[in-house]
């Protein structure tokens, strides 16, 4: 069986080393010591010199703890079980319930072959104009809510979780108040969606390592999930967290840092992550929306910076509203030259517009005088931003299309807006509202 | 070959410290033993009895005193008929036909075969028995899809060779010995349909280089017009994320007027590489009316595929680019994206603990990069006809700050730059190049002094929309105005392009001259109008117009009625001095 080691040599930070032979490359261990125990996984092996990160930190282990080798990587229990139930982001239950051994799965498995993917081609429905309308979600899309602390990104997630049409909600929570952790539990549960969901949760409290488990723990269940053809959706909040624990890994092992101190790979493990989003080819698909919290709201900061590459767009959570510049969803195009044949005018133009409206109102401030044009923009704006950014909003993609119409003839003449003419013959509301006349 | 083998003392991410005993190539091929797996890895430094690997597969579950096996070769490629269509990862492996063998995921150690070893192809000789031919002579040909792939005397031989054995025609598949040929010291040289070459190396069987002048027509109204592209020219697009540079790029795969396209999705996302592979062989070439497809090869390497193979992924697809510039074609190769490629290079050095440059960039990264940019290029072969291999990279700088190594050292050695920016993408404003920071030392496709005037327009426009932020619209003469409105109407009906109309998305060259010409003339004719209003209304709808005569086939009536229209419109304006 498994040698067990007593003499550890080094401990740094959360990482050990012990000398050892017959040891795996990400091989788990179990250190245990009188006041404790914890997992442990082989991060870097130098002649017989193995370093390990311990999960539960390095604080209060005595260099004499046992180290157990356990002959696997990672792994996390699959069944239908997981449904309903709390788990810590080892994999140890967090509610009552009995800890699931049954169905071991590796985690971090290796990446999709492209050639078995499809192209996504189903509209998730929301409900939340900026996003049906402006930057439609898209099944199997991946797409991080970029916004600094305080925003209500993780009411958003929530709300988002509830109304889109999924079988199964994976929830990853990394670094997350214990009180939010709540909230989404609760939430869940009020809706009757708790019973579809499973949680794996990393509180600010618990020790860093078992932040760095969390993502992948949650996209190899996920990915169990879907190759039963369901639909998955996985919210994970919050990224930022993720990237600095690895950052925290990375100085205690020495390693060159590359950007603000984070490790040089720090895409490559973000995109392996994020790139488990896939609608299968003949099976079922996983969505991924993650909150990527900005610091000092600078989204040149390496994990949002890298995040937008990786990501297929991004929501801008600014003020509780969905930002429309920068906010993008990329693979909207695959979608919303089905909905109607409106939605990519309105789409474009409404945008162009409010482009305007952001112009005129610098104008306003440095004190200019208001042409007539820029009288219409500001009564445009301000009905854009009420009627159709305020999260509150809550109508279906249709209605909210519709109102788009409205908004614009009542601020507007047809030849002002740019859009064609063919459509505006169709769609152009013949009720101009008495109050829109100047 | 005998052999060679090391063993593991050390393992940290997808490096290996391996030591052996007898001697080994830098940048030879090793494979990793571990559990009934091979890993394929690369030699990248030796330093006395000890060699550093990158593994270009995962590395969970080696173990120090595994086994790794050297191959004395360095990493290379299978070159002959049978590439086109394919689909590619970094290291050659056809993934369609791996996913035949392992399903929904990527199997660590699965390498197959990249040229179908079953498929039989019709050859025809093209010389006797008897001949003297040199490298890169055509000794046969196979068709390939649209084309008529020349089988070459292998570009590894030297001096003249005589012809001591050729097939009749007949078919073969790629195995089969097709010519035997005597080489200067009486040697003989088995010939099959397919040869192998190192990625690294350039293949250099060509009389000269040429300089680059014919245009290569991207059907892009921006590019063409404003920041051409020449065949066996080099240009990079840098742009921070969500500008478009992925769009930009499939436009072009599908549109450039070239003879083979190569894609190398390079640490990118895999979904976008699924519409190319899905799409394409749906869509018809607009030259040949076959499927896009036959005259694609996409080498895909995303970003969550291993590091390692990332790096790989662009010198595999250069070397293929070179191969089919060897029979006289042009080929587009289109990088996406080279940033991801110089991040692998960085994560490898960073391994190595090497002294970091800027960023953490090692400090070898430009000379890296210029000498993968320098693989294109237009030549003139031996047999006396042209071939070009013309390389666009896409770059994305952290931040999208241009200031940063990977854009500084690419801009150092291309022939033109298409910056996309920000404020352009968020005012949706497609393809968002940005017109005054961009440049190109290509020849345009339409008339220079036409141009030069619209870039004077483009950059006096935007001087007086500056100027309009600080002393207002009403401190700004209608002179001034109009050039203002003159130049956002440019901007709006020329350089902006709907990517997804079936008319707009694509401009052909003919059109861009015929239709550059007549907004150059609106352009220069002197306008008078009552107040500023009236000027903004005027070109409102101007811009509306022209916009619906941009949807409208070009040999349509109502592209004619159109004109007459705008044509109309200039002269109820138009000041008679």
Redesign the interface.
């Known amino acids: 069986m498994h040698k067990v080691y007593h003499r550890i040599e080094e401990i740094a930070g959360n990482v050990i080393m012990v000398k050892a032979?017959?040891?795996?490359?990400?091989?788990l261990a179990r250190v245990t010591w009188k006041n404790g125990d914890s997992l442990a996984q082989v991060i870097?092996?130098?002649?017989?010199r193995v370093s390990l990160q311990v999960f539960a930190g390095g604080r209060g282990i005595p260099t004499d703890a046992r180290v157990r080798f356990l002959g696997h990587?990672m792994q996390t229990a699959f069944s239908e079980a997981l449904l309903g139930r709390v788990f810590t982001g080892s994999g140890e239950p967090r509610d009552r319930g009995p800890s699931i051994s049954e169905n071991m799965i590796p985690i971090?498995?290796?990446?999709?072959?492209?050639?078995?993917?499809?192209?996504?081609r189903n509209m998730v429905r929301t409900g939340i104009p900026m996003i049906d309308v402006f930057n439609t979600l898209v099944e199997?899309q991946k797409l991080p809510i970029f916004s600094v602390a305080g925003e209500p990104y993780n009411p958003l997630l929530a709300r988002i979780a509830l109304q889109a049409e999924v079988d199964v909600i994976i929830l990853g929570g990394m670094g997350l108040k214990h009180d939010e952790y709540l909230f989404f539990r609760d939430t869940l549960e009020e809706h009757g969606a708790l019973s579809r969901s499973v949680l794996f949760i990393h509180t600010a409290a618990d020790p860093t390592v078992e932040c760095l488990m969390v993502p992948d723990i949650c996209l190899a269940v996920a990915e169990q999930y879907a190759?039963q053809n369901k639909r998955v959706l996985v919210l994970l909040t919050d990224m930022t967290n993720f990237a600095d624990s690895m950052k925290e890994i990375a100085i205690t092992m020495e390693?060159?840092?590359?950007?603000r101190g984070y490790?040089?790979?720090l895409?490559?493990q973000l995109?392996?992550r994020?790139?488990?989003a896939?609608d299968?080819d003949s099976?079922g698909s996983i969505t991924i929306l993650a909150a990527t919290t900005m610091p000092g709201d600078d989204?040149?900061h390496?994990v949002p910076?890298?995040t937008?590459?990786?990501t297929?767009?991004?929501f801008y959570l600014r003020n509780n509203r969905i930002e429309p510049?920068?906010s993008?969803s990329?693979?909207k195009?695959l979608v919303n030259?089905k909905t109607r044949k409106d939605h990519?005018t309105i789409m474009?133009t409404m945008?162009?517009l409010y482009?305007g409206f952001k112009e005129t109102l610098?104008?306003q401030a440095?004190g200019?005088?208001m042409?007539?044009?820029d009288e219409k923009l500001l009564k445009y704006g301000e009905r854009f931003e009420n009627e159709l950014m305020s999260l509150s909003v809550n109508i279906p993609l249709e209605a909210a299309l519709d109102l788009g119409w409205q908004i614009l003839a009542d601020c507007f003449e047809p030849?002002?807006t740019?859009i064609?003419?063919a459509l505006t013959e169709q769609f152009w509301p013949k009720d101009k509202k008495a109050s829109a006349k100047e | 070959m005998s052999e060679n083998i090391g063993k593991i003392?050390?393992?940290?991410?997808n490096l290996l410290?391996v030591e052996f005993s007898s001697p080994v190539i830098q940048n030879e091929v090793g494979y990793a033993h571990v559990k009934g797996e091979k890993l394929k890895s690369e030699v990248i430094r030796i330093r006395g009895s000890r060699a550093e690997l990158q593994v270009f597969e995962?590395?969970?579950?080696?173990?120090?005193?595994d086994d790794v096996q050297f191959t004395g070769e360095l990493l290379s490629v299978e070159l002959g008929p049978g590439l086109l269509s394919q689909?590619y990862d970094g290291l050659q492996n056809p993934?369609?036909a791996?996913?035949a063998e392992?399903?929904?995921?990527?199997?660590?150690g699965m390498y197959l075969q990249a040229l179908d070893r079953a498929k039989k192809w019709a050859f025809t000789p093209a010389v006797k028995k008897g001949a003297t031919v040199s490298p890169a002579d055509a000794l046969g040909t196979v068709p390939e899809g649209i084309f008529e792939h020349a089988i070459m005397v292998p570009f590894h031989l030297k001096g003249k060779l005589t012809v001591e054995e050729i097939s009749a025609a007949g078919e073969y598949d790629v195995e089969k010995v097709i010519a035997r040929l005597k080489d200067a010291e009486g040697q003989l040289v088995e010939v099959k349909m397919y040869q192998r070459w190192p990625v690294k190396i350039p293949i250099r069987q060509y009389a000269e280089r040429l300089r680059p002048t014919e245009p290569l027509v991207t059907k892009v109204r921006i590019v063409d017009t404003f920041f051409p592209v020449a065949r066996g020219g080099t240009y990079c697009i840098p742009g921070?994320?969500?500008a478009g540079k992925t769009v930009l790029q499939q436009i072009t795969s599908r549109y450039a007027d070239v003879d083979v396209v190569i894609i190398a999705a390079c640490?990118e996302?895999?979904?976008e590489?699924?519409?190319t592979?899905?799409?394409f062989p749906e869509l018809t070439d607009p030259r040949t009316g076959k499927s896009l497809m036959e005259r694609t090869l996409i080498i895909?390497n995303?970003?969550?595929?291993p590091?390692a193979a990332r790096e790989a992924s662009v010198y595999t697809a250069v070397t293929i680019a070179e191969y089919y510039r060897q029979m006289g074609l042009h080929v587009l190769l289109l990088a996406d994206?080279t940033s991801?490629w110089a991040?692998a290079l960085?994560?490898v050095?960073?391994r190595l603990?090497e002294i970091?440059g800027e960023?953490?960039f090692p400090a070898y990264l430009e000379s890296v990069i210029a000498s993968f940019y320098e693989r294109g290029g237009i030549v003139r072969l031996n047999s006396g006809k042209n071939g070009s291999v013309t390389i666009g990279g896409t770059v994305?700088p952290?931040?999208?700050?241009f200031e940063e190594p990977v854009t500084q050292s690419t801009l150092k050695v291309v022939g033109a730059f298409h910056g996309l920016s920000?404020e352009r993408s968020?005012?949706?404003r497609y393809p968002a190049i940005d017109p005054l920071d961009s440049w190109s030392k290509y020849f345009s496709v339409v008339d220079e002094k036409d141009l030069e005037f619209a870039r004077r327009v483009l950059r006096e426009g935007s001087e007086v929309n500056q100027m309009m932020?600080v002393v207002?619209?009403?401190g700004t003469s209608i002179d001034d105005f109009q050039l203002y409105l003159k130049s956002e109407y440019l901007d709006?009906v020329y350089l902006q392009q709907d990517a997804?109309h079936e008319i707009d998305g694509a401009t052909s060259a003919e059109r861009q001259k015929y239709v550059f010409g007549v907004i150059a003339k609106i352009m220069r004719t002197k306008m008078s109008f009552a107040d500023?209003?009236a000027a903004?209304?005027f070109f409102?709808?101007l811009?509306?117009v022209t916009?619906?005569w941009n949807?409208q086939d070009m040999e349509s009536e109502e592209f004619r009625a159109l004109e007459e229209r705008i044509e109309k419109m200039i002269a109820e304006v138009k000041e008679y001095a």
Not at chain 1, 108 to 120: C, E, F, L, Q
Not at chain 2, 102 to 108: Q, T
């Open positions: 032979a017959g040891v795996t490359y990400r091989e870097r092996m130098n002649g017989e990587s971090g498995g290796p990446s999709v072959n492209p050639a078995k993917r499809i192209i996504p199997s190759l390693q060159i840092p590359s950007n490790p040089g790979d895409y490559s995109a392996a994020y790139e488990k896939v299968f099976a989204v040149t390496p910076d890298n937008g590459y990786i297929e767009g991004q510049f920068g993008l990329r693979l195009q030259s990519r474009n945008i162009q482009a610098e104008k440095m200019f005088r042409s007539a044009w030849a002002e740019g064609p003419s | 003392v050390g393992v940290n991410g410290t995962d590395t969970t579950g080696l173990m120090v005193g689909v993934l369609p791996l996913a392992a399903g929904f995921f990527l199997k660590r921070p994320f969500g640490g996302r895999a979904g590489v699924v519409e592979l899905r799409e895909c995303t970003s969550s595929m590091v994206s991801r991040q960085r994560e050095s960073g603990e970091p960023e953490a994305s952290a931040g999208g700050n920000r968020d005012a949706r932020k207002g619209e009403e709006a997804y500023k209003e903004r209304r409102q709808n811009t509306q916009k619906d949807r």
